[in-house]
């Protein structure tokens, strides 16, 4: 099974049906399209002003404009992030890192202009832009693993080992 390396807190978002896309700057390779893959939390430190500033945004959309613009472009949804980014800001329980989290069905990629299109993030005009923007990979049939499993990651898509050699 391949497995993605993905910072925190976005890797949680995933696994939380907050995050529904995981925006690369390249198509997924086909063979991995409907295919299961491990949602890897990288070893990278949590940017807690990032995560300050997605919930502050998140928490006070529907009373500034500006807010709920810069939230929109998070293509977050924002009842579901909500309590992660809480979980995160408190400390109370800590984000896993340097771990698989669970899994997601990698769906068929869409143009990350359209994706915004979709959250309500008005598109520029300038239609030649398309092919420059970034990809978003639908994360779907979500399943969170009932407890991380430690695990180096690496970049782009690799190779989560078989059950055997993560218990060596």
Known sequence: MKALTIWQPWASLIIAGAKPYEFRGWRPPR?????????????????????????HMHVHREADEELEQYARETCLITDKALPVLRQMLLGKD????????GTAVV????LGTAIA?????????????DE?????WPMLEIEAWP?????????GLWNWPEPEGVLA
Not at 94 to 101: F, H, R, V
Not at 107 to 110: H, I, S, T
């Open 117 to 129: 299109e979709e959250f309500g993030v008005p598109r520029a005009n300038d239609s030649g832009r």
């Open 31 to 55: 063979a991995t399209v409907g295919q299961r893959i491990v949602i890897h939390a990288a070893a990278r430190k949590i940017d807690r002003d990032e995560v300050c500033a997605l919930y």
């Open 107 to 110: 769906g068929e990629p869409r």
């Open 132 to 136: 420059h923007a970034n990809w978003g």
């Open 147 to 155: 407890h991380p499993i430690p695990m180096r990651g690496a970049q």
């Open 94 to 101: 800590p984000l896993p890192m340097a771990c698989g989290i």
